[in-house]
């Protein structure tokens, strides 16, 4: 009797959103949904800038153009929200 082996693709099959999370498909069919407040400029961002995304990182990461915003596969499923900015660095 043999085991079926799923092999893990990370790779960035589709972005979406609902009102108040981050979707991300990847091509193995996982899911992951981490809150939008993690991301304090797709929050703030119009709807369709958060549609305005492409697949970069050889498709383990997504980059919003307009927000100026990165996200890789492998920090979505370590569940690492964005880094917050110190007060010196927002003067």
Request: glycine share 8%.
């Given at each position: 009797?043999g085991?079926?082996?799923?092999?893990?693709?990370?790779?960035?099959?589709?972005?979406?959103?609902t009102?108040?999370s981050?979707?991300?498909?990847?091509?193995?069919?996982?899911?992951?949904s981490?809150?939008?407040?993690?991301?304090?400029?797709?929050?703030?961002?119009?709807?369709?800038?958060?549609?305005n995304w492409?697949?970069?990182?050889?498709?383990?990461?997504?980059?919003?153009?307009?927000?100026?915003?990165?996200l890789?596969?492998?920090g979505?499923l370590?569940?690492?929200?964005?880094?917050?900015?110190?007060?010196?660095?927002?003067?």
């Amino acid at each position: 009797m043999g085991i079926l082996a799923l092999r893990a693709d990370e790779r960035v099959e589709a972005v979406s959103f609902t009102q108040d999370s981050l979707v991300v498909s990847l091509k193995d069919g996982r899911v992951i949904s981490v809150p939008l407040t993690w991301y304090p400029r797709l929050l703030e961002a119009t709807p369709a800038a958060r549609q305005n995304w492409q697949i970069s990182g050889a498709g383990y990461g997504i980059h919003w153009p307009e927000v100026d915003e990165d996200l890789g596969t492998e920090g979505l499923l370590r569940g690492a929200p964005a880094p917050q900015r110190s007060v010196k660095a927002q003067r």
